[in-house]
């Protein structure tokens, strides 16, 4: 059996402040395969941040991981020293891809500076020989006269150039893992085809995996292979994208999908706002925007529910299906 190359389970974050410990994240559970693309969906405020910064051992001095498990390819991150995320995890075996090109880049330091800087951080080696390995990146991320642009500085760059050099960046170090965290949402409709078509290519030829952060169903829908959808810090459904997207179990999915403009007839929003962690309603946290809602859904949390093979639903609707 191939080894994940990462698997959460009942992943709680907790955090600090003047009203007392929010579990920030609550039961977070999925799992990416090698050469797969998995899509974490949510919207603001869920924790897809927290969750990245979870997984990156980069949380804030007030929140700490409270219970669960984080494998990567088959290793206990958790365990790790914060010496040994730095050298041999973070931006080498894991590769990030920042959300805004803008503001990634230093504007002061040409791109062969700073992108050497990194391959040279992890690496250490012969000057040439990582110049030589960043131009072929370059090209192979299709950046325009790579020779050229190690000498060029950020703002002589497009948007989606810059995307480009950071997904460069983000593989510079062979990862096994790339976390992209929405990467094309500062970019125009088109580059950000560009990107995404990017992005696939890369997957597949490296048979790395993809943890893919956002807000957007419709990239999902044209990038990722499996979704996790969570809510208010949970995972409240997972599955295969096309599943999910054709059949969404839980009414939050449903709810998101609504209000997506290419898959509803008219738009609809979801009433309310997503709770802050500190007043979390008890039991299911999305039940008090919930059409389906029962009495019981504020009694208890929901255990998960896997209605199919490969998909998993936390709502009490299913289990009181599930036990029918
Ligand atoms: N340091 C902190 N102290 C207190 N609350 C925090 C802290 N960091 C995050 N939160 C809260 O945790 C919840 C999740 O935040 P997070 O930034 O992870 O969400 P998100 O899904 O990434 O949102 P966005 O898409 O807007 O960036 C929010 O309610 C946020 O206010």
Not at 101 to 114: E, R, S
Not at 143 to 166: I, T, V
Request: glycine share 8%; proline share 9%.
């Amino acid at each position: 059996m191939t080894v994940p190359a990462l698997a959460i389970t009942g992943l709680r974050v907790g955090i600090r402040s003047d009203e007392g410990m929010a579990r920030i994240l609550d039961h977070i559970a999925f799992s990416i395969a090698p050469g797969c693309i998995l899509g974490v969906v949510g919207e603001s405020g869920c924790g897809k941040s927290t969750l990245i910064r979870t997984i990156l051992g980069i949380l804030p001095p007030a929140a700490e991981i409270v219970a669960g498990s984080i494998l990567f390819e088959g290793e206990d991150l958790r365990a790790f020293s914060e010496a040994e995320l730095n050298r041999a995890v973070r931006g080498s075996r894991i590769g990030f891809v920042p959300q805004d090109p803008y503001l990634a880049l230093n504007p002061l330091f040409t791109i062969g500076a700073q992108l050497l800087e990194v391959m040279r951080w992890h690496a250490p080696g012969e000057r040439r020989s990582h110049s030589t390995r960043l131009v072929e990146l370059l090209r192979r991320v299709q950046l325009p006269d790579p020779e050229a642009a190690l000498a060029r500085y950020p703002h002589q760059f497009s948007g989606g150039q810059r995307q480009r050099l950071l997904i460069a960046a983000a593989l510079a170090c062979s990862p096994r893992l790339v976390i992209a965290d929405e990467p094309t949402t500062a970019l125009d409709v088109t580059t950000q085809q560009q990107i995404l078509r990017l992005l696939r290519e890369l997957v597949d030829e490296l048979g790395i995996a993809m943890l893919f952060v956002t807000h957007d169903l419709g990239v999902v829908a044209e990038l990722c292979d499996e979704v996790s959808v969570i809510y208010a810090g949970q995972t409240v459904e997972s599955g295969p994208t096309a599943a999910m997207l054709d059949r969404p179990l839980h009414p939050y999915t449903r709810a998101l999908l609504a209000c997506h403009p290419d898959r509803s007839e008219g738009f609809t929003g979801i009433p309310g706002a997503v709770p802050s962690p500190l007043r979390a309603p008890p039991g299911c946290r999305f039940a008090p925007r919930c059409a389906g809602a029962r009495p019981a859904c504020t009694g208890r949390s929901p255990a998960p529910q896997w209605p199919e093979p490969g998909r998993s639903v936390d709502c009490i609707l299913y289990e009181a299906k599930a036990a029918a």
